[in-house]
């Protein structure tokens, strides 16, 4: 992708900051998306050109994206919880219908859209996953995985009916960077090792997979440079166990940790009980229950397609936690030296 100007969306959060940094480093000029509260840590450069605007507001996004010739469209509502639960349908779906229609109008050339992998549903126990899986549920387990499913579905319709868009499914992210509710992999690390999180959900056995942030980044051009219009390219990493996972950390640390394990019955109680007092009280939920059983399927995907087609390479899970966990400690210090 030759130097030019690239709109983003999303470009304050975890992701987005860093996909926003690599894109400059690359010699692009970036047109970043804000918000009058948004957090603009990481993106002072002169070559990023934040302008304010929502994806709720068409005229903003055809403003931001003036000049621009490609787009990536990161912003969604992924937290656990709202009070008006429509947010999730506005921001998921009807934010993203209306970044398509702006670029449709000023004629971006390519689109990269950020999706999910848990719009595939989960896999079967010993199985991986890839792009060609069929949803083995009917079920959604969250407002999340519901309205990221049905965008999923209109954005396909849309590039099959000629618009320039090519869709990457990130697994679960982690790595140095902003601390938010993006990076929960990340908080968990640094919250297990330091005694707050030592809770194994179900003895820790169900699988997910893991992907190193710089690898997801890098993924994210890659599409835009490689990617085949109408295709979805799953972005990540290992599959392990969450036990497996807090192993790797009991190692690179150099000491144990407490754990307890958690029944799926107790969890999913303390899940309900959390959301009850969210709907009633407002008190934000560090989980609810549709999380929980979220957590308690198996998530076993391959990146074979992204690796062959895009030339995606993945970061050993290893080699990942100790580069979080090395970056963890050095934000630990410089706040006891402040």
């Known amino acids: 992708m030759n130097s030019t100007k690239i709109f983003v969306t999303g470009a304050t959060g975890f992701i987005g900051t860093k996909l926003v940094n690599e894109l400059v480093r690359q010699g692009h000029v970036v047109h970043a998306l804000t918000r009058s509260a948004s957090n603009l840590d990481g993106l002072q450069h002169e ?17 931001g994206m003036e000049g621009c010739t490609h787009v990536f469209h990161l912003a969604a509502y992924a937290k656990n919880w709202s009070k008006n639960p429509r947010v999730f349908y506005d921001h998921n779906v009807t934010g993203m219908l209306n970044v398509f229609e702006a670029a449709k109008k000023t004629g971006i050339q390519r689109v990269v859209w950020t999706s999910t992998i848990v719009t595939f549903g989960p896999t079967q126990p010993g199985t991986v996953g890839d792009e060609t899986l069929t949803r083995i549920t ?3 387990y969250t407002e999340y995985e519901e309205t990221k499913s049905i965008a999923e579905r209109k954005a396909l319709d849309l590039a099959a009916g000629g618009f320039p868009l090519v869709l990457v499914n990130p697994t679960r992210v982690y790595g140095p960077g902003k ?12 919250q297990y090792d330091r005694g707050l999180l030592p809770i ?13 942030i710089d690898d997801l980044v890098r993924g994210h051009i890659l599409a835009m440079e490689r990617g085949r219009i109408g295709d979805r390219y799953i972005l990540g990493g290992e599959n392990a166990s969450l036990k497996h996972f807090y192993e790797i950390i009991d190692e690179i640390s150099g000491k144990p940790h407490l754990q307890f394990n958690l029944p799926p019955g107790a969890a999913r ?8 007092l969210a709907e009633t009280f407002g008190m934000y939920p560090q989980i609810t229950s549709g999380w929980v059983e979220t957590f308690l399927q198996e998530w076993a995907f391959s990146c074979a397609k992204a690796e062959r087609e895009l030339g995606y390479t993945i970061t050993p899970l290893k080699e990942g936690i100790r580069q979080t966990y090395i970056w963890i400690l050095q934000q630990r210090a410089e706040r006891r030296s402040r």
């Open 138 to 140: 009917d079920r959604y």
């Open 200 to 212: 194994l959900l179900h003895r820790g056995v169900n699988v997910g997979n893991y992907v190193f």
């Open 179 to 190: 601390m938010t509710e993006g990076n929960s992999v990340s908080l968990m690390i640094d």
């Open 269 to 276: 109680f303390y899940g309900r009980t959390l959301k009850f």
């Open 47 to 63: 070559r990023i050109k934040c302008v304010q605007g929502d994806i709720l507001d068409p005229g903003s996004l055809e403003k």
